[in-house]
Structures are given as C-alpha cells and as structure tokens.
C-alpha cells in the first residue's frame, strides 16, 4: 500500500507543527510509522491522501458512533451554519442539548457545556475543589483525564504510549495535590483515603478505562467508589467523555447503576466538532460563576455548531434498536478477532464493552495499569501495520480503545476479521 502523500505532508507538517501533529495521539511514532493524512471519511470508512480506503476503528477516537457524514449531522450543522458559526451569547440549542443530556445521564441535574473533554475535567475538579474547600484529588493509574496540569500524573492515552506518564512543565507544586491508586483496586483507594483523611475533594475515575487500552470496572469497584464518597464527603466524578452516551444511552452509570456526583462528558455529544461538558447535582453546579463563585468560562462554550451536531446524533442514538444493533455489531467484530487469534495460536487478552473493545499483546489478564504494562507492545506494532496494510484503521498504540460504530457493515467486519486472522499467523 503506497502511502506516500502522507508522507511527503507529514514531512511538510513537521516543519510547521510540533511533530507534525496537533495531538500526539495521532503520530505512528511508537509503531514506527508516519501518521496517514486524511482527506475524507463516510460511514465507518476513512480515506486518505493517497486515495486508500480502510475500515475505521478510531472514529475520530470515539465521537463518530453513528459512523461519519451522517446526513442528519451534516444537515443540522449546515442549517446552523447558515445563521452563523457563533455568538458568544446564549442560544436555544444549548438548553436543548442541556436538557437531553440532563434527562439521559442519571447524575446530572444540571450542565454547562466547554469545548473539549480537557476543559470539562479540569473545570469539574476545580468545581469539587471548590464546593468541598478540600485540595487533594485521586485519580487512577493509567486513567487518561486530559492534560490539565493536576492530572498528567501517571497518565494514560498518548502520556502512557510515549513514556511520559508523568509530563515534564507540571511544576511538583501542583501534581503534590494529586493521589494515585490502582485501577479496579479498592484497596488503593481506602488506604490513600484513610493517608489523607478529610483532604480529598474528589476521586475521578473512568468508569470503563479507555486510555490504557479498554479496561472494564470489576464487579463491585464502582459501588465500592461511591460508597467510599459517600461515607468520605468526597464529591465522585464519573469522566465519561469516552464512555459516556457509548455504552448506554446513560453512560456506564446506567448501565452499572452507580450515580456519581458529577460527570464529565465529551466526544459524542458533540457529534464530531469540539465539545465537552461537566454537569452534576445542582448543590454543587450552582457554585459555578455567575450563580457561585467558583469560576468556569469560553469564548466558543455551547458552540451553535456543536451543540446542533451533538442534538443530531442523540436523535439518532435515541431510536429504538439502536443500542441492540450496535452491541451485536460490536460483539461480532471483537469476538471474530479474539477467536483469530485463538486459532493462530497467538496469546491474546480481550476486552470489550459494548462499543469500546481492545486485544492486548499479553498471555495474563488485565485489570489495571500494572497488567497492561506487560503487553508486548512491539507484536502490537507489527498488528497494527499488518492491519493497516490490510485497510483497517485502528489506534496506533496498544493503549487505546478500538470503537465500532453503527455504520460498520457486515463485511466491513468480515474483512477486518480475515485481516486480523492473516496477522496473528505471520506475527505468531
Ligand atoms: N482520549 C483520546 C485518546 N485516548 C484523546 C485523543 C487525543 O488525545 O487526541
């Protein structure tokens, strides 16, 4: 496969773009490629500069649930657009989208909308920060947050896959507010608590990992969480950019039935342009400026095009069957590459729930960072280019979740299937 339009405009991109890309994610860097540019995408296919095809399971890494250039989507922004792109004043399409994401997600009784997952976590940890007059937080290890000063400590996503969990430009000063605990370890948690007993404002968690691979919550690790708030006076935070309105309508806290206090959101609810939200109980939301004192602001927060893409698609989400299909889509894709593997003989752990699956490089379970750590990650590499090589497009780092959307097709499936058998043969 020629890729070398991308090539030459990667080359082209470096020059101008600290390493040639605007979020590290997106370079091939730790599997010893150049990023593929890419021109076009529709349905679940994306197409790049030199005109090759390839089923896509990054889904610009999660909002694209309803696969790309949705009519409707495209159809509602552009409806939008023609009255213009924005105002820095409120509009109607704010309280529409507020509503259905407050009638969908059992914690939030109120929200305010940003303009990136990033924003909405470092605003919601201030705003605990703010409501318990507490300083410490707790986050997991290998948990990816965004990359808000207090929370690139031990940090998943593209932190995890370059090496530097811990960001250099974080000043001591401001990371020493931060604990960090073992993901699906209790455990951790009660003992960092009892350490550090009435200073912990929040503990903020993913409910499903999605950035050190896909990691589910073990049974009783959420209800533990919220048990440990509520007896603690500590405000638990959901970061439910990634699974949020993707595992459930409701997120993982409908489908696991535990209510935080607060979440975070992204991704889907802004349908493919930049979005983010935070949103919770009212007692603690209504300690936001204007009405409270603990500030929050943006000059493109509850974007009219962002907020009429997100309204699109939880249209779309809301029908009938549509959770069904996409599980049974998802099922078939995830269980035909773990079943690949088996018959290749080849070592394989797999995850999945509902549309977030993930193959980890490794003979042992995973559970947490520590488990994921030992992944082989040079077999991934050699994966992940046997895969592109056989067009389908997935994350390129073990540390990563793989997302199905409701536009992959049958054979879509199938052919990522027969991709993934032809791999594990040549790499086992
Ligand atoms: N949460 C995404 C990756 N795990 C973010 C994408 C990015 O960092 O660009």
């Not at 339009?5 to 490629?33: D, E, T």
């Not at 893409?309 to 779309?316: E, H, M, R, V, Y």
């Not at 752990?349 to 977030?356: C, E």
Request: aromatic fraction near 8%.
């Amino acid at each position: 496969m020629n890729h070398n339009h991308s090539s030459q405009l990667f080359q082209q991109a470096k020059i101008s773009i600290p390493g040639g890309v605007n979020s590290p994610v997106r370079a091939f860097k730790s599997v010893g490629a150049d990023p593929l540019f890419i021109k076009k995408a529709s349905g679940c296919h994306i197409y790049d500069e030199d005109e090759n095809t390839f089923v896509d399971y990054v889904g610009s890494w999660g909002p694209m649930i309803v696969g790309h250039c949705h009519p409707e989507v495209i159809s509602a922004v552009k409806k939008t657009m023609d009255n213009g792109a924005s105002f820095g004043a409120p509009t109607e399409l704010e309280i529409i989208l507020a509503n259905m994401v407050i009638e969908a997600v059992p914690s939030i009784e109120m929200v305010r909308m940003v303009s990136s997952g990033t924003e909405a976590t470092m605003s919601a940890i201030r705003l605990a920060r703010g409501y318990t007059g507490r300083d410490n937080i707790l986050k997991f290890s290998g948990c990816y947050h965004g990359h808000a000063d207090a929370l690139l400590v031990k940090a998943g996503s593209g932190a995890a896959t370059f090496g530097v969990p811990d960001s250099p430009g974080v000043p001591a000063d401001f990371a020493k507010h931060t604990l960090t605990a073992e993901y699906n370890s209790l455990e951790s948690v009660k003992s960092l608590v009892a350490k550090n007993k009435d200073s912990v404002a929040c503990i903020i968690v993913e409910p499903v990992a999605g950035n050190m691979g896909t990691v589910p919550p073990q049974d009783g690790f959420l209800e533990g969480l919220r048990d440990i708030c509520t007896n603690e006076g500590i405000i638990l935070i959901f970061d439910e950019v990634m699974s949020g309105f993707r595992v459930a309508y409701g997120g993982a806290q409908e489908l696991y039935n535990v209510t935080p206090d607060m979440t975070t959101l992204g991704k889907i609810i802004g349908g493919g342009l930049p979005v983010g939200a935070f949103g919770g109980k009212r007692e603690i939301m209504e300690k936001l400026s204007p009405s409270g004192g603990v500030y929050q602001a943006g000059t493109l927060s509850g974007n009219p095009l962002a907020m009429s893409a997100g309204i699109a698609t939880l249209n779309i989400l809301k029908r009938p069957g549509f959770y069904q299909q996409l599980e049974e889509k998802s099922r078939f894709v995830a269980e035909g590459i773990a079943k690949a593997a088996k018959d290749a003989g080849y070592p394989l752990y797999s995850t999945r729930v509902g549309s977030m699956f993930c193959a980890f490089f490794t003979k042992g379970e995973v559970h947490n960072w520590t488990t994921a750590a030992q992944c082989d990650t040079a077999a991934f590499a050699k994966y992940f280019l046997g895969m592109l090589d056989e067009g389908i497009y997935l994350a390129p780092s073990q540390f990563e979740t793989a997302f199905v959307s409701v536009a992959h097709g049958e054979s879509d499936m199938e052919k990522t299937i027969a991709a993934a058998a032809n791999c594990f043969k040549q790499i086992a």
